[in-house]
């Protein structure tokens, strides 16, 4: 799919523009991100099947936001039900829980690869100890530090490619009728090359965060629809 390479201080201006979707109909998008949040809580007290729903219905919950998000710019009134716009429809449904599947073994391999050093470094002290041989602690230690370091650096890449990949992936589903797979394909081709205007947003948004948490974390009820209004603003600049 066609996309655009956009300048870095369009950051803060899909921001803007997010703000301004919020700003049409602020007490729906309150009451849509309270029902949002009431499912997540829910799904959080189900043991091991909670966060398994929540990882691949998220996307289609995020997903009817976004329809609500472009409504709104398109003049129409936004409407608490679309929220759930993505389990009526039918075609966008199993796409978008494909994505949450995606991210989900995004999430089990960054545990494997945990599991995998950890068990390594393990398996080496006993090992070593086994053979009776006399490892100083500063060398044990600097070994332990690099696998550790090494561990960190892929969890955070894998982190990072699951973030790029629904980042417009979503929007790419549920608004541009993509499947899921092409779509996260097309979603990391659109963060790396507008790397420079995400960073940007995502400087911003971190200040917005620190801001939106000190009245007991209030402040997130608006900046959670700022969010989508800017994430599809991002969207519709990107892919036209």
Do not use: K
Not at 30 to 56: D, H, N
Not at 139 to 166: D, H, Y
Not at 167 to 190: C, E, H, R
Not at 196 to 223: E, N, Q, R, S, T
């Amino acid at each position: 799919m066609a996309m655009m390479r956009v300048d870095a201080g369009r950051g803060w201006g899909w921001l803007v523009e997010g703000w301004q979707l919020f700003a049409q109909a602020p007490g729906i998008w309150i009451v849509i991100l309270l029902i949002y949040l009431g499912i997540s809580v829910v799904l959080s007290f189900i043991p091991f099947v909670g966060g398994l729903a929540y990882a691949l219905l998220s996307p289609v919950l995020a997903g009817g936001m976004l329809y609500g998000a472009a409504a709104l710019a398109r003049g129409e009134p936004l409407e608490i039900v679309h929220l759930f716009r993505g389990f009526q429809d039918q075609e966008r449904l199993g796409p978008l829980v494909l994505l949450g599947a995606i991210s989900l073994a995004g999430y089990a391999l960054m545990a494997l690869v945990i599991a995998v050093f950890m068990g390594g470094g393990l398996m080496m002290g006993a090992a070593l100890d086994s053979t009776g041989a006399i490892v100083p602690p500063e060398a044990m230690g600097g070994l332990f530090a690099g696998a550790g370091l090494i561990a960190l650096l892929i969890v955070l890449t894998i982190s990072v490619l699951i973030a790029m990949a629904l980042f417009y992936g979503i929007p790419l589903v549920m608004l541009g009728g993509q499947n899921a797979w092409p779509a996260a394909q097309d979603s990391v081709a659109a963060c790396w090359i507008n790397i420079l205007p995400l960073l940007v947003f995502g400087l911003i948004y971190l200040v917005l965060a620190v801001v939106a948490a000190i009245p007991f974390g209030l402040g997130f009820l608006i900046l959670g629809p700022v969010t989508v209004g800017a994430v599809y603003a991002s969207y519709r600049e990107v892919f036209g």
